[in-house]
């Protein structure tokens, strides 16, 4: 799922943190990069795992991210900018509802198996997520969120597209109340 989770980070980050300076570049990489990671080996190697959701989706991953992030940075700048990076990762669990699998979310600690998606091959795995009307609503849900702020932050012209491109900013002040 894109909107879902690019839109749901968005809106998640910008409402707990409410800092319009952050930039969102590394937030949405962050948001995506379970599925990035996770779905290509899935998809590969699904007779023998039997899920797409793998050890990216483990609250481990998360965990060992964030770690390396403070590790490796300085504070200030240097982890401001980094750190959006583990939260993304962080919030696509919760968007995910991996609370739901517990195997997966805390891999290792329950065993090394990951829980299978319940279905028997690729083909039937797609024809489950393309037929599921919460999947769409979901989709649904993030991309109006995305269009609001590409509307209300002023990105859907050549300008406002670039000067986000360049910052990583959404030039949409968060009410601080």
């Given at each position: 799922?894109?909107f ?83 939260i ?12 739901a ?8 600690f ?59 900013r ?8």
């Amino acid at each position: 799922m894109l909107f879902w989770h690019v839109g749901g980070t968005l809106a998640i980050t910008r409402y707990s943190f409410r800092d319009d300076r952050m930039d969102v570049r590394l937030l949405v990489v962050g948001a995506l990069l379970p599925d990035l990671i996770d779905t290509p080996i899935g998809l590969l190697w699904y007779g023998a795992l039997g899920s797409v959701r793998l050890v990216a989706h483990s609250l481990l991953f998360g965990a060992l991210l964030m770690v390396i992030v403070v590790a490796r940075t300085r504070r200030g700048r240097p982890r401001k900018r980094w750190m959006p990076l583990a939260i993304g990762v962080l919030i696509h669990m919760v968007l995910d509802a991996m609370w739901a699998d517990p195997e997966t979310l805390l891999w290792p600690f329950l065993g090394v198996d990951i829980t299978g998606a319940g279905v028997e091959s690729v083909g039937e795995l797609v024809t489950a997520i393309l037929t599921d009307w919460k999947v769409w609503a979901l989709e649904a849900t993030g991309l109006a969120y995305l269009t609001y702020l590409a509307v209300a932050g002023k990105m859907t012209r050549g300008a406002g597209w670039r000067r986000f491109a360049q910052t990583g900013r959404i030039e949409l002040p968060i009410d601080r109340r």
